[in-house]
Antibody, heavy 116, light 107 residues
Framework: EVHLLESGGGLVHPGGSLRLSCAAS????????VSWVRQAPGKGLECVSSVSVSGDNRYYVDSVKGRFIISRDNSKNMLYLQMNSLRAEDTAIYFC?????????WGQGTLVTVSS | DIQMTQSPSTLSASVGDRVTITCRASQSISGWLAWYEQKPGKAPKPLIYETSNLESGVPSRFSGSGSGTEFTLTISSLQPDDFTTYYC?????????FGQGTKVEIK
């Protein structure tokens, strides 16, 4: 069974850092681009960052460029999001997601709260 | 980036009603469109992928259609569990983009 499990969320002060992880199982992780999608409280869905199979190609939404770094470890079937210089507006549930054979697959999400 | 315009933002309906939600893309997405339902506090749940394919376990009252830039989600007969929020998503190209969401409310 395909499974994506996020971890690493929590409460952090503005300006702080957090590293999110996503453990993938049940599929060939090394064959798919993977992404982080977030949802701020009461808001819609936003694709924050994506990384290609090899890790060579990375996308970032403008609001996180220079602050967030996406990476993957194909030997461990893991996806990461290093979040630095966090702001209140980064408060959201962060989901990892992928598309396999045209079918979306999402994790359950991890909550990041940026507050003093 | 491809913009996704979803309408309506809110829809008031009754149990048993047939409802339709529309998503328009700013450019052709070649059928790479998914529909989700999202209950409060939960992850989005895929309902339909590649425009019209029903996810396993999703009731047959849900259907999707469209092509190019215009797509629809239809619920043929609303059930009490269907009063929630729905999103469309294009995955023709990165970055993925989403519609603004449609909240289906009880009339």
């Amino acid at each position: 069974e395909v499974h994506l499990l996020e971890s690493g969320g929590g409460l952090v002060h503005p300006g702080g850092s957090l590293r999110l992880s996503c453990a993938a199982s049940g599929f060939t992780f090394t064959s798919y681009t993977v992404s982080w999608v977030r949802q701020a409280p009461g808001k819609g869905l936003e694709c924050v960052s994506s990384v290609s199979v090899s890790g060579d190609n990375r996308y970032y939404v403008d609001s996180v460029k220079g602050r967030f770094i996406i990476s993957r470890d194909n030997s461990k079937n893991m996806l990461y999001l290093q979040m630095n210089s966090l702001r209140a507006e980064d408060t959201a549930i962060y989901f990892c997601a992928t598309i396999m054979s045209a079918r979306p697959c999402w994790g359950q999400g991890t909550l990041v709260t940026v507050s003093s | 980036d491809i913009q996704m315009t979803q309408s309506p933002s809110t829809l008031s309906a009754s149990v048993g009603d047939r409802v339709t939600i529309t998503c328009r893309a700013s450019q052709s997405i070649s059928g790479w469109l998914a529909w989700y339902e999202q209950k409060p506090g939960k992850a989005p749940k895929p309902l339909i992928y590649e425009t019209s394919n029903l996810e396993s376990g999703v009731p047959s009252r849900f259907s999707g259609s469209g092509s190019g830039t215009e797509f629809t989600l239809t619920i043929s007969s609303l059930q009490p569990d269907d009063f929630t929020t729905y999103y469309c998503q294009q995955y023709n190209s990165y970055p993925w983009t989403f519609g603004q969401g449609t909240k289906v409310e009880i009339k």
